[in-house]
């Protein structure tokens, strides 16, 4: 059959004409060839109506389609990280981004947090493979690239000073009883934000159930939903630290003068005059006296030399964090602590808060001596008998 010949047009490219669709070259093989490549993607079976389409235009689709029944805050996040993407592949068609292009941009978010990571590599994964389904492009370029390498969480365990502190301030500051809970119960913020005592704590079956979170989203106004996921739903021991300080509190742990939740603003008020209190008890003084009472004064001019002055790190989820650690320290099985901290499985356990501590650390040498030396001793014993 003989090769088509096409009409040069006045800006001096070719075109030729496919189902509707137009190519264009600077010569006449250059068009045919992008004509062929078409009728290629078509027979491999990538939608004529879509083969067009940029990353911009598909990710808009595909956020509200997969992601709709997301909490505010989670659909956030999704949002932004769309957002970085598209700065940077946005414009180009998505079946011809490459893995190159994906692992260009995957560098960019290294050094961050692994859980950020994760979610950004999970998220641009998710968006390739819904246009794999849909026809759109023909293989995925996020497949098996590695994910760049981030830090893992900050938060700690808190010190045996600090957990004395915290005890300590029950009665004494509003942010108190909520953060003994968060240390002896586990719960997170938008959990104890949300707790009712009078409706949320059996005391005569020596149970905390929680039902209800508080998120915020992008907003400052708090929302009362139940918890983002089912194992959330959960009923969690009273153990004796916890329990005289509830025996006499009522409504809400933490509440605005309406007796309605607290704000994000006002929670993050209340902690840091929570961490100032506790700061002060734990130095003797406030910051801005220490090293000028008469006591330090005397001390200073005595020769003698301030310690020095120590903060007050702690941040609410570090107490979730410690009572996970606690658990494990006390040997707890790990299926009732995964029921306790409201997690599916023990992944997330073991990934962020299991962290092997020293006392555990030491407990498990003693039981491996103890365990080898029984052994010896059998041994012993068996060669004793013969």
Known sequence: MPRQTLKQR???????KYKGREFYGNTQSEALEKREVFKQELARGLRANALGITFLDYSSQWLPAYKANCADKTYNDYVRIINHACQRIGALPIKEITATEIRLLFNEISGKSQSYINKYCMTINSVFAAALNDHIILSNPCHKLRRPKGHEGTHRAITEDERKLIV???????????ALIMLYAGLRRGE???????????????????????????????RTSSPKTESGMRAIPIFSQLLPALE???GLVLRRENGQPMSRSAFLKKWSSYLYYLETKMNGCSKRWYGKTREHVELIA????MPQYRRCTIRPHDLRHTFC?????AGVDIQDVINWMGHADEKM??????????????????????????????VKMGVNNE
């Open 302 to 305: 005595s020769g003698g030399q």
């Open 325 to 329: 650690t606690t658990c494990r320290d």
């Open 10 to 16: 006045s800006d001096g490219r070719y075109r030729v």
């Open 192 to 222: 104890v934000l949300a707790l009712n005592l009078d409706r949320d704590v059996d005391l005569a079956k020596g149970r905390i159930y929680v039902r209800h979170a508080v998120s915020f989203g992008d907003e400052n106004q708090p």
């Open 248 to 250: 006499n509190a009522h």
């Open 168 to 178: 300590e301030s029950v009665g004494e500051h509003d942010m108190a009883l909520a």
């Open 349 to 378: 356990i073991m990934r962020i808060y299991d962290h092997s501590s020293a006392a555990r650390e030491s407990r498990s040498i003693r039981n491996m001596e103890l365990y080898l030396h029984q052994s010896d001793e059998r």
